[in-house]
């Protein structure tokens, strides 16, 4: 009976500055948008990413959160960071002598998508539908 071994990949700050070989995926930033739509097969985008050497944007839905009492939305965003495809590739990539970085800056901005600055701007259609009214705060 073949043993499963469970790899967990875990983000931590580099040792060291990377290296010519090396690859690092620079998180930008994060745009918000009014239509979800979901990044399908997560390990195969990032082992094009890496392979590509190409800026991508990769596209999770936010799961439903409140307020805290502070008016403070928390959520986390699942980047698929365990998929198996995206740790096989990690694990090819330390098999050449290279190591896969993710790179997120303290302050990652918080943008809103071109669809969702058209939604709030329209005094009509979705915005009638959805009973929103505007509120300029």
Same mark, same amino acid.
Not at 37 to 60: C, D, M
Not at 75 to 80: A, L, V, Y
């Given at each position: ?43 195969? #985008? #990032?082992?094009?990413?890496? #392979? ?22 928390? #959520? ?38 071109k669809d969702a600055v058209e939604f709030k701007n329209s005094v009509k259609g979705k915005r009638i539908l959805r009973r929103l009214a505007k509120n300029e705060s």
């Amino acid at each position: 009976m073949e043993e499963k071994i469970i790899q967990k990949l875990e983000l931590k700050p580099a040792q060291s500055a990377p290296g010519p070989e090396d690859i690092v995926l620079q998180m930008t930033d994060i745009q918000l948008h009014t239509n979800t739509r979901t990044t399908n097969e997560i390990g195969k #985008f #990032f082992k094009r990413l890496i #392979f590509w050497k190409k800026p991508a944007r990769l596209y999770s839905p936010l799961p439903p959160q409140e307020k805290n009492k502070e008016g403070i939305i928390n #959520f986390n965003i699942d980047m698929g960071l365990n998929d198996p495809v995206l740790q096989e590739t990690i694990n090819e990539c330390r098999k050449q002598g290279r190591r896969v970085l993710i790179s997120v800056p303290n302050n990652v901005p918080i943008l809103l998508g071109k669809d969702a600055v058209e939604f709030k701007n329209s005094v009509k259609g979705k915005r009638i539908l959805r009973r929103l009214a505007k509120n300029e705060s």
